[in-house]
């Protein structure tokens, strides 16, 4: 026990537990005098779950993970087409399994498979010896649960996945032609979702986006209501549960896609900023991992997952704050949600892992 504590990297602790600490505070108000207000507390009850999780994982040996990542990756396949066949359908969506009464999104859980994945089938050879055929392989890999989860539908989440097509040019080196190559790929990609996967309301979010005043008591509300909210926090906020928009129930969905809009209207623009420089070290500290690994499928692990947390972070604030359209992407430790937390945490654990070992040598 003593050993899997010692694996555990003292800095990136921290800062978990301090962004914990905010995310409680903030589903504590985002609650209060509503159905949901025990959320601060079932919140909590998973962060617990997680901090176990990657306190096991921490002591462990990463190597064993990703020697798992096929039959893991053909499970998560399996589990993707199963939700839409047997997943409950919630609020226009077919997302989630129930399971002793707890709803589990096994696409939450994917998103990390699939980087261990594709990590260990890139990493295993040296990259002046994986070929185009190898590359486009990976691709398929990410973009095949990508399709799935947007069938369910579910964009927000398929986008997460793109932060693994990331690992390609960075195997390759940063080169002009990887970076026309993504381009292209991105607006081809783009277009042809517009044509043929974008459903109707996801359509409106983007023109709500550029135009918010279209739909300002329909559509436009949500996103409307978080810039009102940011806006009145000013520099020191309003105080802790003293914010209008939130104990008013302005704010929508504020406990998990808008939970940084009700942190932003009670603590203000300093306590953003607190939050922001929190999340910068969460990333410096996850990059570092990734320079110190000793491997090449470690580093790429280490690099996606710092891809994917920055994504979070910045659609999610990006769209409370009126940037970038509505997405639906929750921002961890602030979001309620089992699976996301969870998910979170087997990241952070196998990361440390792979400090540990590279402590070790």
Request: net charge positive.
């Amino acid at each position: 026990m003593k050993e899997r504590f010692r694996a555990l990297d003292p800095r990136l602790l921290w800062v978990v537990l301090a962004l914990i600490g905010l995310g409680t505070l903030t589903l504590f108000s985002a609650g209060r005098n509503t159905p949901q207000s025990g959320i601060w507390l079932k919140q909590s009850l998973w962060n617990l779950m997680g901090l176990g999780i990657m306190a096991a994982l921490a002591g462990a040996d990463p190597r064993r993970f990703f020697r798992k990542g096929f039959p893991a990756y053909l499970v998560g396949l399996l589990a993707l087409l199963a939700v839409l066949v047997v997943g409950r359908r919630i609020g226009g969506s077919t997302r989630w399994f129930v399971v002793l009464g707890q709803t589990f999104q096994p696409s939450e859980l994917m998103k990390w498979v699939t980087l261990l994945y594709v990590s260990q089938r890139l990493g295993s050879r040296p990259p002046d010896q994986v070929t185009r055929l190898d590359l486009l392989g990976a691709v398929g890999l990410v973009v095949f649960p990508m399709l799935l989860i947007q069938r369910q539908p579910d964009l927000g989440m398929a986008l997460s996945f793109l932060p693994i097509l990331l690992l390609i040019p960075l195997m390759k080196g940063v080169r002009a032609r990887w970076i026309a190559a993504l381009v292209v790929f991105v607006l081809l990609g783009g277009a042809a979702a517009w044509n043929f996967a974008l459903k109707p309301y996801q359509k409106q979010r983007v023109m709500i986006f550029l135009d918010p005043s279209s739909d300002l008591q329909g559509k436009g509300y949500q996103v409307n209501q978080s810039r009102i909210a940011i806006g009145s926090g000013g520099l020191i906020g309003k105080g802790f549960t003293s914010g209008s928009q939130t104990q008013l129930n302005f704010l929508p969905v504020k406990t998990t896609d808008f939970a940084f809009s009700v942190w932003a209207e009670e603590r203000g623009f300093f306590g953003v900023l607190i939050a922001l420089a929190l999340f910068g070290l969460l990333l410096d500290r996850i990059l570092a991992a990734a320079r110190a690994a000793l491997s090449a499928t470690e580093a790429y692990f280490c690099a996606g997952a710092a891809g994917i947390f920055a994504l979070h972070l910045l659609v999610n604030v990006g769209m409370v704050a009126g940037a970038l359209p509505n997405k639906g992407m929750v921002l961890p430790f602030f979001s309620a949600g089992g699976s996301s937390t969870l998910s979170f945490f087997l990241a952070l654990g196998i990361i440390m892992g792979i400090q540990h070992r590279a402590r070790l040598k």
